[in-house]
């Protein structure tokens, strides 16, 4: 069965670093996603890309964080300067009928 | 903007028991999805089950079944015979109906312990 894959599943980082966040969508999928989930909070919404662009995001997604899908597969997240409260699992998603996601990957910035 | 509330920040319910969690939701649009996930220790989000707003009958998944109410706005999971492995977070989520739109707005959870 297809699945989202995330890369990696655990990524510690020193504050003001850069990171990126890798995923692979469904390879049939067109709408692709980011979520973030603080620990012990609801899972929310950053950014929505479709055909080569973001087509939606949120307050949370500033100018430190980019997304790009820089060869037909990959999906990346990337932090530019990260900060404590950047901490947090981030899922990706992609969307055929059904939204489906990845298993996340654990940013811990220190 | 559309919003999603989950009042029960923690149930629990005897093995082999029923137990429903409740979720409200608030949205001017007329079609829109609504979903249930599941998100065990292992923190992946997991689909439950999903209704279509233009849809009048409950979606059912197994043990798993949701109660509609459109005109009330409320999306309520019940768990028939419940089982350990049901013991997880439990998130209600919306999206608007179609196009690039589909973000999911998510609750804030509910935990379920289910007691052996």
């Known amino acids: 069965e297809p699945e989202v894959t995330q890369t990696p599943s655990h990524q510690v980082t020193q504050m003001g670093q850069e990171v990126i966040l890798r995923c692979v969508p469904i390879s049939n999928h067109l709408y692709f996603y980011w979520y973030r989930q603080i620990l012990g909070q609801k899972v929310e919404f950053l950014v929505s890309f479709y055909n080569n662009e973001i087509s939606e995001k949120s307050e949370i997604f500033d100018d430190q964080f980019s997304v790009e899908r820089p060869d037909g597969s990959n999906f990346t997240l990337k932090i530019r300067s990260t900060k404590l409260e950047d901490s947090a699992m981030y899922f990706c998603a992609s969307k055929g009928p059904e939204q489906f996601f990845g298993p996340g990957t654990r940013l811990t910035v220190l | 903007a559309q919003t999603v509330t989950q009042s029960q920040p923690e149930m629990s319910v005897q093995e082999a028991e029923t137990v429903t969690l409740s979720c409200t939701y608030d949205?001017?649009?007329?079609?829109?999805?609504l979903f249930w996930y599941k998100q065990p220790p292992s923190r992946q989000m997991i689909l439950v089950i999903r209704?279509?707003?233009?849809?009048?009958q409950n979606a059912t998944e197994n043990r798993f079944s949701v109660n509609f109410q459109k005109a009330a706005k409320s999306f309520s999971l019940k768990i028939s015979d419940s089982q350990l492995g049901d013991a997880a977070m439990y998130f209600c989520?919306?999206?608007?109906?179609?196009?690039?739109?589909?973000?999911?707005?998510f609750g804030k959870g509910t935990k379920l312990s289910v007691k052996p």
């Open positions: 949205t001017s649009e007329s079609d829109y999805y």
């Open positions: 989520a919306y999206r608007n109906y179609g196009g690039s739109q589909g973000n999911l707005i």
């Open positions: 209704q279509e707003a233009y849809k009048q």
